[in-house]
């Protein structure tokens, strides 16, 4: 067992080892399912058999000593060598194998549930969501509020809120699944989206924003103009470059393509059925909706509502709605 809990450990090495180095992508919640299961077999084999093998064997151990020492007491000896409690003691001590398997069981088994149904760290990788995020922030994720859904294979089970314009929300990329992304909800479905000339619009009417100056990019190390914008109850801060064109270059094809109509002044899309409509709020910097499309609902994984930690900058801590 010491040789298989060996090799389980070096293929996880190899795993991460792959992962940290983009050898691969890594899928973490199908990782740490596949943990769970592993040091859960292992937790009932010594709940079952490993444990009250060495009892017994600790028993048997302690008889035969009582045993000897009865025997000898006959014979007329009552000083007797050795001492069977440290023997005892050392079979009923778990080996390493088990330390690392069975007894992390508990530990593992609830950063699996609370990251699956409660709450899942992310960290910004991008600028996409300047000013509101940035790059190195790192945030809290509720996976509840809008709904409670299977880990691994991310079926919604439970219904809850629906995503609603304004949310800051982290789905899987509807282009490569194993990646996820942090947008915010622009459109809901049955919406008409605009963005023309860097004035959103919905449904014909235009989004309230306010101008606000300019704001320093640290991460492109350029001005940028910091306007306010609310969508619905939601008031958050965008960012435009005045040099940026208002048209998407390079629109890929995607499911509902043809519910988006594009010209030289931007993008104008109908948000179809169980679909959202999505863009970052660095808007002349942000790959989002405009570009790859919709947001299905079963690639929805959370609201973000909290930065709990950015080392670069601890007065970031807290709350960015």
Same mark, same amino acid.
């Given at each position: ?211 606000? !100056?300019?704001?320093?990019? +640290?991460?492109?190390?350029?001005? *940028?103009? %910091?306007?306010?914008?609310? /969508? =619905? ?59 790859? !499309?919709?947001?299905?609902? +079963?690639?929805?994984?959370?609201? *973000?509502? %909290?930065?709990?930690?950015? /080392? =670069? ?9």
């Amino acid at each position: 067992m010491g040789l298989l809990t060996g090799a389980l450990y070096a293929c996880l090495i190899v795993y991460l080892g792959g992962w940290y180095l983009d050898a691969w992508h890594g899928n973490f919640s199908l990782l740490l399912f596949l943990l769970t299961v592993v040091t859960l077999a292992f937790w009932l084999a010594e709940r079952l058999y490993f444990l009250p093998a060495r009892r017994r064997a600790a028993e048997a151990l302690q008889a035969q000593d009582a045993e000897r020492r009865a025997e000898l007491a006959r014979q007329g000896i009552e000083r007797v060598d050795g001492n069977v409690q440290e023997a005892r003691e050392k079979l009923l001590m778990q080996p390493w194998w088990l330390d690392w398997t069975a007894g992390l069981f508990p530990v593992i088994c609830i950063v699996f549930l609370l990251r699956s149904f409660l709450f899942e760290p992310f960290k910004i990788p991008s600028g996409s969501m300047v000013p509101t995020l940035l790059v190195g922030d790192l945030i809290l994720v509720n996976k509840y509020h809008y709904g409670v859904r299977l880990p691994v294979i991310n079926k919604k089970i439970i219904d809850n809120h629906v995503p609603q314009r304004g949310d800051v929300m982290v789905f899987r990329y509807p282009k490569d699944t194993r990646v996820d992304y942090i947008k915010r909800v622009v459109g809901v479905p049955g919406d008409e989206v605009a963005y023309l000339n860097k004035r959103l619009t919905i449904n014909g009417q235009p989004v309230p924003t306010q101008p606000l !100056g300019e704001f320093y990019n +640290e991460d492109r190390r350029r001005y *940028a103009q %910091l306007f306010s914008e609310k /969508l =619905g109850t939601m008031e958050h801060r965008i960012l435009n470059y005045k040099d940026a064109p208002p048209f998407v270059i390079a629109a890929d094809d995607f499911p509902h393509s043809d519910n988006c109509r594009y010209s030289a002044e931007g993008v104008t899309c109908k948000v179809p059925a169980g679909h959202y409509f999505t863009m970052g709020d660095n808007r002349d910097d942000s790959q989002d909706s405009r570009f790859w !499309g919709f947001v299905p609902d +079963e690639n929805i994984v959370g609201k *973000a509502f %909290l930065i709990w930690m950015n /080392l =670069g900058n601890l007065g970031r801590i807290g709350s960015f709605q």
